[in-house]
């Protein structure tokens, strides 16, 4: 049994293009952003069996790709929570000592 993959970029906005103001191209930015977010919904099975059919240097850059852009999130929500965190008057030296109550609390 074969399984097609399917993803439906008619939806993906189009961007005029540099050679004329008739011609447009697709907004690439949203159309591998689809494919990306079509990607997450699919089993593991079926993700792992079309990653063996791509040679291990692109799935190496792929994995690179996708740690550092979640080491970048993540930096960026940490970050935010700190703004918020400041903005409400809590000083770090709260923040850690709540953080450590909780973590004993859980330990017992």
């Known amino acids: 049994m074969s399984e097609e993959w399917y993803f439906d970029?008619?939806?993906?906005?189009k961007t005029p293009s540099k050679q004329s103001d008739e011609s447009y191209t697709?907004?690439?930015e949203q159309l591998f952003?689809?494919?990306?977010?079509?990607?997450?919904?699919?089993?593991?099975?079926?993700?792992?069996?079309?990653?063996?059919?791509v040679d291990i240097e692109t799935l190496r850059k792929i994995y690179e790709v996708?740690?550092?852009?979640?080491?970048?999130?993540q930096e960026s929500?940490?970050?935010d929570m700190a703004v918020s965190i400041a903005e409400q008057g809590i000083s770090a030296e709260e923040l850690v000592a709540y953080l450590n109550m909780q973590a004993d609390t859980k330990r017992k």
């Open 66 to 73: 996708m740690v550092s852009v979640l080491q970048e999130a």
């Open 9 to 13: 970029f008619s939806q993906v906005k």
């Open 26 to 28: 697709p907004d690439y």
């Open 77 to 79: 929500k940490v970050s």
């Open 33 to 53: 952003s689809k494919a990306l977010t079509n990607l997450a919904s699919q089993s593991s099975e079926r993700i792992t069996r079309a990653a063996n059919k």
